[in-house]
């Protein structure tokens, strides 16, 4: 199988982005063809041979070939007649995080293209790239939140109790994140988080709180989990700790929370996945409050595709390309037209 990583894209995860798709390297067997988005929403190939980070802040990219995207495909001129050559792959994996890539906007290209891709499509995007419409999911699919405050740019923000934890409504990565602990430092972290979003969040913030990664996808019908995971124990996992975790390849370690808790967890993913994110690999983070579960975030395009949480995710990925959802087909007759056409005897 040949897989084109399509990466980059206008977003404050772009840096990131690269950083986890030079990493696939080393955890995809297949044949890799390195699609990069630019700033200005160009595409270039990349030869994998060459590919490594220093490329593109010295921007020697764009010495590589442009291409375009067409119907089924990417295609770039050949010869010097500039003849379109179709580029040869099987299923795209999207691997541009945050903007472009999460929210929505690449998966509506690929599916208007109709190529074959792995990722959330975008109903899906839009409800997991904002929180405050994650939050609103979860709730309706009866998995629990932290209470949260929703805020806009010019609305008064009022906070009774502290600590609490302030994040910017579209961003990951804990870009703009900040943990308030008094009123004092309450108008600096806003100040932070609107730089990035018009919008942000407020929830409790609960010191020591116990914090669990499960990644998963469906696969003809059936849930296939990653084990469950307990990262690294610190009291927030900044944007400098979360960025080393997007080249992440070494397996993670297992953690047993007991047949009870294992079972909430495995049962709050199923009802966050549905059918929602078919055709995608997720992961999502969970806290572990009184043996109650509740979700903290979807990442519907995680760091390396969270595979270190999976013993064969080369095989994983393959049975995913093979079961993409099919868009279904709905046919143009004109049938309304002719009617009127005909009624009017024409």
Same mark, same amino acid.
């Given at each position: 199988?040949?897989?084109?990583?399509?990466?980059?894209?206008?977003?404050?995860?772009?840096? +990131?982005?690269?950083?986890?798709?030079?990493?696939?390297?080393?955890?995809?067997?297949?044949?890799?063809?390195?699609?990069?988005?630019?700033? #200005?929403? %160009?595409?270039?190939?990349?030869?994998?041979?060459?590919?490594?980070?220093?490329?593109?802040?010295?921007?020697?990219?764009?010495?590589?070939?442009?291409?375009?995207?067409?119907?089924?495909?990417?295609?770039?001129?050949?010869?010097?007649?500039?003849? !379109?050559?179709?580029?040869?792959?099987?299923?795209?994996?999207?691997?541009?995080?945050?903007?472009?890539?999460?929210?929505?906007?690449?998966?509506?290209?690929? !599916?208007?293209?109709? =190529?074959?891709? =792995?990722?959330?499509?975008?109903?899906?995007?839009?409800?997991?790239?904002?929180?405050?419409?994650?939050?609103?999911?979860?709730?309706?699919?009866?998995?629990?939140?932290?209470?949260?405050?929703?805020?806009?740019? %010019?609305? !008064?923000?009022?906070?009774?109790?502290?600590?609490?934890?302030?994040?910017?409504?579209?961003?990951?990565?804990? +870009?703009?994140?900040?943990?308030?602990?008094?009123?004092?430092?309450?108008?600096?972290?806003?100040?932070?988080?609107?730089?990035?979003?018009?919008?942000?969040?407020?929830?409790?913030?609960?010191?020591?709180?116990?914090?669990?990664?499960?990644?998963?996808?469906?696969?003809?019908?059936?849930?296939?989990?990653? @084990? +469950?995971?307990?990262?690294?124990?610190?009291?927030?996992?900044?944007?400098?700790?979360?960025?080393?975790?997007?080249?992440?390849?070494?397996?993670?370690?297992?953690?047993?929370?007991?047949?009870?808790?294992?079972?909430?967890?495995?049962?709050?993913?199923?009802?966050?996945? #549905? #059918?929602?994110?078919?055709?995608?690999?997720?992961?999502?983070?969970?806290?572990?409050?009184?043996?109650?579960?509740?979700?903290?975030?979807? #990442?519907?395009?995680?760091?390396?595709?969270?595979?270190?949480?999976?013993?064969?995710?080369?095989?994983?990925?393959?049975?995913?390309?093979?079961?993409?959802?099919?868009?279904?087909? @709905?046919?143009?007759?004109?049938?309304?037209?002719?009617?009127?056409?005909?009624?009017?005897?024409?």
């Amino acid at each position: 199988m040949k897989v084109a990583i399509v990466f980059g894209g206008v977003s404050f995860e772009h840096e +990131i982005s690269i950083v986890s798709a030079i990493a696939m390297k080393d955890v995809l067997s297949d044949e890799l063809l390195y699609i990069f988005l630019d700033e #200005n929403r %160009d595409f270039y190939h990349i030869p994998s041979k060459t590919i490594k980070s220093k490329l593109f802040s010295s921007q020697e990219y764009k010495k590589c070939d442009k291409i375009n995207i067409c119907k089924n495909g990417f295609s770039k001129k050949t010869g010097l007649l500039g003849k !379109e050559k179709p580029l040869e792959f099987d299923v795209v994996l999207n691997l541009s995080h945050g903007g472009d890539g999460e929210d929505g906007i690449l998966s509506s290209v690929l !599916e208007f293209y109709n =190529i074959p891709f =792995i990722a959330p499509r975008t109903e899906a995007c839009v409800v997991s790239s904002n929180k405050f419409l994650t939050k609103g999911y979860a709730h309706s699919v009866s998995v629990n939140t932290l209470d949260y405050k929703y805020y806009t740019k %010019d609305d !008064e923000v009022v906070v009774d109790t502290f600590p609490v934890i302030i994040k910017p409504v579209k961003l990951g990565s804990s +870009i703009g994140v900040s943990i308030v602990k008094t009123q004092e430092e309450l108008e600096y972290s806003l100040d932070v988080a609107y730089e990035f979003d018009d919008a942000i969040i407020i929830e409790p913030f609960i010191s020591g709180v116990k914090e669990y990664n499960l990644a998963g996808t469906k696969i003809n019908g059936e849930f296939k989990f990653s @084990i +469950i995971e307990e990262p690294q124990k610190t009291e927030f996992l900044d944007f400098d700790k979360k960025y080393l975790d997007f080249s992440r390849t070494s397996k993670a370690l297992e953690v047993d929370l007991g047949e009870e808790l294992n079972e909430k967890v495995k049962k709050s993913f199923e009802r966050i996945y #549905n #059918n929602l994110f078919e055709g995608s690999i997720i992961r999502c983070d969970f806290f572990v409050v009184d043996n109650e579960v509740y979700l903290n975030e979807i #990442n519907s395009i995680p760091g390396s595709m969270a595979n270190y949480l999976f013993d064969d995710f080369n095989l994983l990925f393959k049975n995913v390309a093979k079961t993409l959802p099919k868009k279904k087909h @709905i046919p143009v007759t004109y049938e309304y037209v002719n009617k009127i056409h005909a009624s009017k005897g024409k």
